[in-house]
Every structure is written in structure tokens, then in C-alpha cells.
């Protein structure tokens, strides 16, 4: 393949992506997953790829700089690089984490997250279908699970179902060869108990969001724990409950999880009481709210807060939703300041890639300023370490802590 000038410089410089309007020239057609290699404009070798004909991103690259031989110990070492990446990081009070995490790791379109003793394997192009055969094996060898579930993105779903693959499959009778393993539908919903920071959780890594926890969360968790003493705490978009678990072992005087997800509410309560042998987390009151987070922080009960926590769902899937999500993100931080008491700290949070760190963090300061309280800010956060970004568009998570 060649590429436009623009793409070519932006390969060059390490960006993972190729625009598929930006592919000039291609000798033949190919299928997805095949490797592609891309030549400069000297005719020299720059770089290679997965095709991924499928996507309007046409080019997941692989690598860059001098020619390679890709053999399966080329992939073996890549699978060593992402987990010695993670060397260190997490001790055995925290045993659900990122061992893979796409194109930051080298593994474009893919994640692989860790709990306990099971894997999720989560695709987000087609481009892996064809390769799973060579890769489960190596995927088993590499990180000793005990099972492995496999997770579709809703993109790729179709694709899949026509090689035979659903979202939710288990592969079974992964042996050491390609090609011994096979994929059928999971049996049961297997929820797995893992632990975070010595805090037990479920996850529903067949049905959960995302692989079944937002494992991308932990160190704002960790840091919610050490703000939460004395606290009347509200968790806003809770989901299964982990700011509030960590808040409530921090000392929280009380918890209420607010969640529009009846599903969501009723796992919070499964995780608290995962985690009764804590005298702290047994002391803490704790509620559920089924609402919407932006009705009820605006219209609902009057009720005030010492610590609120902001951590809703992307808000911008799209581009064009990037405007709107901006305007959200101000309207949900000033009702949240309308409902912390003196001294309350507010932590919000953006997850949607299509919104800057700059355009997030400067409406929720703008709205800080707006609402005429005196506050300072305490601190900004981006990504957890086993959740790498090495490029622009992967610095998704963003999150700001103000104190008023
Ligand atoms: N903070 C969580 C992750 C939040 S995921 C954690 O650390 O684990 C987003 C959650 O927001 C989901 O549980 C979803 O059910 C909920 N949600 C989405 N839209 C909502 C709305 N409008 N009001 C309330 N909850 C909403």
C-alpha cells in the first residue's frame, strides 16, 4: 500500500490509524485481519497493518521502522511486552486489571482485561476474527487462565456471527496447537468475584458493560476512598457501586448510589454486601435511587451532599454529539454544586473521546466560577496505568476534583 503525504508523516510518528480515504494505491484487494505492508513515498518500507476493509479506519498499524518477519513468536513477544508493562503495578489485593489495552499495547482494536482466573477477550474490529485460532493458544500460554470469554463490539457483531462467533462466547479445549480451540455460547452468565484494592466486586462479563467493570476507574476510586471520611456521599451514574465501596471503607457517613439502571443498583447491593467483613462498610448507611441522574440532580428531592461524584456514560458517541456533551457536562457539574454543602467536593468525570481534556475541564471550571461559590480546585486525573494512551484520540478518561 501507499498513503496521501499527511497519512504518511502521521504513520511515520507513530499514529495507529489509517483513514481509508487516505490509502492511495493498493496492489489487490484483501481481506479483513490480512497483513498489510505500506511503502513510502521512496519506495521504502515504512510500515505494516491489519486491513480492516469493514472500518472506515482501513489500517490498524502494527509496526513501524525497519521490515520484520511476523511469525508467532513476533506475537508471542508483543503478548510478554504488554503484561512486563504491567509488571509491579497491582499486588494480589487486586487481581481484576488491563493486561491489553488496543493499539496502546501494540494490539489494535483489541482488550484483553483479567479476572481473577478468567480473561475477556473484547474486539472492537473485525480484523482479529480470522486470527483468533492462532491467538487464543498464545492468549492461554501467555497468561495461564482459567477460561476465556470472548466480548464483540455491537460494530462487529454481524461480521462475526458469519464466522460463527457471538458476543458472550467461551473458548473451549484451548489447546497448546492453532486451531484446537473452538467457541461456543457460554452456559450460564458467569459473574466472577475478583477483588480491587482488597475490595471484593462482581463482574458480569458475559452481559456487563464494557468487559464488566470500569476497571479504568481504579485510581479515582482509590482517591475517592481518601476524601470520603466523615462524608455523606452521592455516587451519580453508580453503576455496580465501586466509588461507593471505596467510599464507604474511607469512612463515609453515608452512601446513596443513583443509578437509571434497576440491574445496576441491585449489583451495587450484591458488592456491598461482598464486603460486610469491613466494620466501615458495614457502618455506613447505605441507599439506592433509581432515577435520571440529570432529572433527579435538577428537579429532585432537596437533599445535600459532602462529596458528589460525576461519572456518566459518554456523552458524545459521535463528533457531532461533542457540542451538546459539553453543554451536559456543565449543566450536570452545576447541579451538582447546587447540592454539596461547605467544604463538599465534587468529582467529575468524562469518558467521551470526542471531548477534549481542555474543553471538559474548562466547562466544569467555567460552571465552578458561574455559580459564584467560593472553591479550589484539588486536582486532575487522566488515565490508570494499565490503561496506557499513546496517541491523541486514546486520552478518553478525564477527570477533575473541586472543592467548595
Ligand atoms: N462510575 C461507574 C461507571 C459508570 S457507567 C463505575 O466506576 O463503575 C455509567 C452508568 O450510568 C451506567 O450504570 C448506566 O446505567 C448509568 N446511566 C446512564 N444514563 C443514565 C442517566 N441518564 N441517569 C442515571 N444513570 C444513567
Redesign the pocket.
Same mark, same amino acid.
Given at each position: 500500500m501507499r498513503l496521501g503525504p499527511a497519512a504518511e508523516s502521521a504513520v511515520r510518528q507513530g499514529h495507529p490509524w489509517v483513514y481509508t480515504d487516505r490509502i492511495k494505491e493498493q496492489n489487490r484487494a484483501g481481506n479483513a485481519g490480512e497483513l498489510a505492508v505500506i511503502y513510502d513515498r521512496q519506495d521504502r518500507f515504512l510500515a505494516l497493518g491489519l486491513y480492516d476493509p469493514d472500518s472506515a479506519i482501513g489500517l490498524r498499524i502494527l509496526h513501524v521502522g525497519k521490515p520484520v518477519t511476523v511469525t508467532p513468536d513476533w506475537w508471542r513477544e508483543r503478548l510478554r511486552a504488554s503484561r512486563e508493562r504491567r509488571r509491579g503495578l497491582f499486588d494480589d489485593q487486586t487481581t481484576g486489571y488491563r493486561w491489553i489495552h488496543g493499539e496502546n499495547d501494540g494490539w489494535p482494536g483489541l482488550v484483553l482485561d483479567r479476572y481473577e482466573q478468567t480473561v475477556v477477550l473484547k474486539l472492537y474490529s473485525t480484523v482479529w476474527l480470522s486470527r483468533l485460532t492462532e491467538l487464543v493458544p498464545m492468549l492461554f500460554a501467555e497468561f495461564h487462565p482459567d477460561r476465556l470469554i470472548l466480548r464483540l463490539s455491537r460494530n462487529i457483531q454481524e461480521a462475526a456471527a458469519k464466522a460463527g462467533l457471538g458476543d458472550g462466547f467461551e473458548a473451549v479445549a484451548p489447546g497448546p496447537e492453532a486451531g484446537d480451540v473452538r467457541f461456543v455460547t457460554a452456559t450460564a452468565d458467569p459473574v466472577i468475584v475478583f477483588q480491587e484494592s482488597g475490595l471484593r466486586f462482581e463482574a458480569e462479563v458475559v452481559r456487563g &458493560?464494557k468487559t464488566g +467493570?470500569?476497571l479504568d &476507574?481504579r485510581e479515582?476510586?482509590r482517591r475517592v476512598e481518601t476524601y470520603a471520611a466523615g462524608r455523606d456521599v452521592l455516587? =451519580? +451514574?453508580? @453503576?455496580? %457501586? %465501586? @466509588?461507593s465501596l471505596y467510599a464507604a471503607r474511607g469512612g463515609a457517613r453515608s452512601l446513596t448510589d443513583?443509578? #437509571?439502571?434497576a440491574h445496576?443498583l441491585a449489583s451495587a447491593k450484591r458488592n456491598v454486601a461482598l464486603n460486610l467483613d469491613q466494620a466501615r462498610i458495614t457502618g455506613c448507611r447505605h441507599e439506592s435511587v433509581q =432515577? $435520571?441522574? +440529570? $432529572?433527579?440532580l435538577a428537579t429532585g428531592p432537596r437533599r445535600e451532599f459532602d462529596l458528589i #461524584?460525576l461519572? /456518566? /456514560?459518554s456523552l458524545a458517541r459521535r463528533e457531532h454529539e461533542r457540542a451538546g456533551a459539553i453543554q451536559a457536562y456543565g449543566k450536570l457539574a452545576a447541579s451538582g454544586i447546587g447540592r454539596l454543602r461547605p467544604g463538599g467536593i465534587l468529582l467529575s =468525570?468524562s469518558c467521551s473521546a470526542h471531548v477534549t481534556e481542555g474543553e471538559f475541564f474548562g466547562v466544569v471550571r467555567d460552571t465552578a466560577r458561574r455559580s459564584g461559590r467560593h472553591h479550589s480546585e484539588l486536582c486532575t486525573t487522566r488515565h490508570a496505568p494499565d490503561h496506557p494512551a499513546t496517541f491523541p484520540e486514546a486520552w478518553y478518561l478525564k477527570a477533575i476534583y473541586l472543592q467548595f
Open positions: &458493560q +467493570f470500569y &476507574q479515582n476510586r455516587n =451519580a +451514574f453508580s @453503576f455496580s %457501586g %465501586g @466509588f443513583l443509578d #437509571i439502571s445496576a =432515577a $435520571d441522574c +440529570f $432529572d433527579w #461524584i461519572d /456518566p /456514560p =468525570a
